[in-house]
């Protein structure tokens, strides 16, 4: 299983991103996609979750500026990204699981990870 994340690139403060993830190697659908993203000197944060059933979650840090969407039948991840900020520079790492449960508790792990797309935002 492979996880191939799009759409990371430069963009001053306001602007807006969308990146994509897409899985290959696998038929069953994730019970699990999700976002996380880590800083430079900084421990690795969840941004958004969604379940194959279309529940999300959201960090305090992003809520309100992203929305995260996803095409089931093609184990498709989305995170639109919205008024960027200078604390959102990170790479995003898209990760996914058989499994609802890490989306319901960050006591479960993620399977399934990507390799990462690099957001950077200048102010």
């Known amino acids: 299983v492979q996880l191939m994340e799009s759409g990371g690139g430069s963009v001053q403060t306001g602007g807006s991103l969308r990146l994509s993830c897409e899985a290959s190697?696998?038929?069953?659908?994730?019970?699990?996609m999700a976002w996380f993203r880590q800083a430079p000197g900084k421990q690795r944060e969840r941004v958004a979750t969604?379940?194959?059933?279309?529940?999300?979650t959201y960090s305090d840090s992003v809520k309100e500026r992203v929305t995260v969407t996803r095409e089931n039948a093609k184990n498709t991840l989305f995170l639109q990204m919205n008024n960027l900020e200078a604390q959102d520079t990170a790479m995003y790492y898209c990760?996914?699981?058989?499994?609802?449960?890490?989306?319901?508790?960050?006591?479960?792990?993620?399977?399934?990870w990507g390799e990462g797309t690099m957001v950077t935002v200048a102010s």
């Open positions: 990760a996914a699981s058989l499994s609802t449960n890490p989306c319901r508790s960050v006591h479960f792990l993620m399977g399934y």
């Open positions: 190697g696998i038929t069953d659908i994730f019970g699990c």
């Open positions: 969604v379940e194959s059933g279309g529940a999300t």
